[in-house]
């Protein structure tokens, strides 16, 4: 976090890159929360989540109903912003390469977000680099518009000490605790995913209570 608010405080915007189940949704969200206090410049934290948006109208929609302006898009959607300061959280940002979707959008959110001054400055989660993850950019040649505007942030595995503070931090409150060799277990059999590691966390703890039962 300390990081992404460097980023977003030098004017740049910002996109979140890593494997699914990594964490970027809850970092993403975690930030939103942040903004008011840890962004220079004051700005309206916007989150969407394409995963619930399946093309162009419905993005400019719920862009709009969040913002809290008219609904609208193109030149009048340029017009509504003039006044307004967002940090735009897109989450599963790849979704923009879906049927329903055109690089026109990328294009747009760019010329949106451009300059220090900008009514957009985004912070995205992807779960590749930009420039790989839309095609229609390189197969014009061309580097991805919203590429040429995002400072990467890559979101790597946890390492053993973080994972042992999760379990020890999630157990804290109960009366079970794990084994070091089942710990030693998790951490392996999880690679650092932290889904993997809660998902595997949860199984051990399940059958401690059953034996408990």
Known sequence: MRRVFEVLNSGSSIVLIGEEG???SSLLWMICQ?????LNVKRQPVFLDLNLLHNESQFYSELCYEIGIPDSKDYQLTRNLRSCKILLAIDNVGKLTGEGFTRNIRDYLRGLAEGSNAPLKLILAATKP???LFKDSQEQGNTSPLAGICQEEHIHPWNEATMRAFITNRLAR???SFTEEEIIQLIQESGGHPRKLMQLCYRTYSRYVEGLQ
């Open 130 to 132: 930009l420039n790989n």
């Open 174 to 176: 109960t009366s079970v």
């Open 22 to 24: 990594i964490g970027k």
């Open 34 to 38: 942040e903004v008011e206090t840890r």
